[in-house]
């Protein structure tokens, strides 16, 4: 065995589940016990598996076989423990986190690894604050990390989005329709803006470019008088229009709560009453969390994954792995909290849609 700065670590995943998540767990937990001889504590359920003490000792049996798998094999939460009420006590200091410190020590834990995406490194550099030794991995299916290049998720989630893209051109074509795909990309166009591009499709909106629907009127309309029949609109979920984006955040979320549909349902209303073309919607949903990831993500999966158990022996505590040109580095968790990588508006992809002819509602 070689040499290590920790014989025991615990690991969870935290967040929306993302293909590739039992990859990296498998990744890191296999290396780290052939290499290194270390002991790998699995959480149930994220942080709440934290919080609660739900734990076992993995072992190489129940790695095999899930290198393929999607979803997690040891379940995941939304939990933020730093925010949650139901265990604050009296001195208003959350009794979560003290709970999660109290069982790192509890079961002689050196490390903590967290698999997640924003949020769960958000809470990881927190806990860092609070002295426990934390190494993130990035997975999310939005792509929208900062400091790494790519996570694992997207490809795959990219695959269904862009499957689906493909089969509402045949319907689209055979009934003469405007076909809205509504994507995911909360914060982020990321998924929509690729799956758009490789998809095939005509009009784009993303977060980051605000929407006049005149823009887009104009674009199938003219395509209509063109001659072509049919008109494929990729939607984010988390896209706005010119006139929400002029909204404080407040007013903002408080508008969205109150819309009685997705945004996919009502731009397609938006169109409908403007032009009169047939127009059908399609939201896709948890099918893109879903299903065996690609083989782009299980290899990145398993770099990531790797990586963090190298981290591990070097005690290279509080970062987060990630790809930058290539090459995997750590990127400190303070650098990473609290932040979205957006689509830049001079992004490579956006040039690339925009000289496809793509309308990307502005």
Request: glycine letters at 12%; proline letters at 3%.
């Amino acid at each position: 065995m070689q040499t290590k700065a920790v014989r025991r670590f615990g690991i969870l995943t935290s967040g929306g589940d993302a293909p590739g998540l039992n990859a990296a767990i498998r990744a890191v937990a296999r290396t780290a016990i052939d290499i290194y001889g270390m002991e790998v504590i699995g959480f149930e359920y994220g942080y709440r598996g934290l919080i609660e003490g739900r734990s076992r000792l993995l072992n190489p049996k129940e790695l095999s076989g899930i290198l393929t798998m999607g979803g997690t094999f040891l379940g995941t939460s939304r939990e933020k423990p730093f925010k949650d009420k139901n265990w604050e006590n009296g001195d208003g200091v959350p009794s979560a986190v003290e709970n999660i410190k109290r069982n790192y020590k509890k079961l002689g834990l050196e490390c903590l690894v967290v698999l997640g995406g924003n949020g769960t490194h958000s809470t990881a550099s927190l806990l860092s604050n609070e002295g426990l030794n934390v190494v993130g991995v990035p997975k999310t299916i939005d792509n929208d990390i900062v400091k790494t290049d790519m996570t694992f998720g997207f490809h795959t989630a990219l695959d269904v989005a862009t499957d689906g893209i493909d089969r509402l051109h045949s319907t689209a074509s055979s009934h003469n329709r405007v076909m809205v795909i509504e994507v995911m990309g909360h914060k982020a166009g990321w998924l929509a803006l690729y799956s758009g591009v490789a998809g095939g499709g005509d009009v784009v909106l993303i977060p980051e470019i605000p929407y006049n629907i005149n823009s887009v009127l104009t674009t199938l309309e003219n395509r209509a008088a063109s001659g072509k029949t049919f008109s494929i609109v990729v939607v984010a979920e988390g896209a706005l229009s010119v006139e929400e984006s002029r909204l404080d955040k407040k007013t903002f979320k408080q508008q969205r709560r109150e819309m009685t549909t997705s945004i996919g349902y009502r731009v397609a209303g938006e169109i409908e009453q403007a032009t009169g073309l047939e127009v059908r919607v399609t939201v896709l949903g948890y099918l893109q969390r879903g299903g065996t990831p690609v083989a782009y993500d299980r290899i990145l999966a398993s770099q990531f994954g790797t990586a963090a158990a190298h981290m591990l022996a070097r005690g290279d505590y509080g970062k987060m792995v990630a790809l930058q040109n290539d090459e995997l580095v750590g990127v400190p968790l303070e650098e990473v909290a609290h932040q979205v990588k957006q689509v830049p508006l001079n992004h490579r992809m956006l040039t690339t849609a925009r000289g496809l002819g793509m309308c990307m509602g502005d």
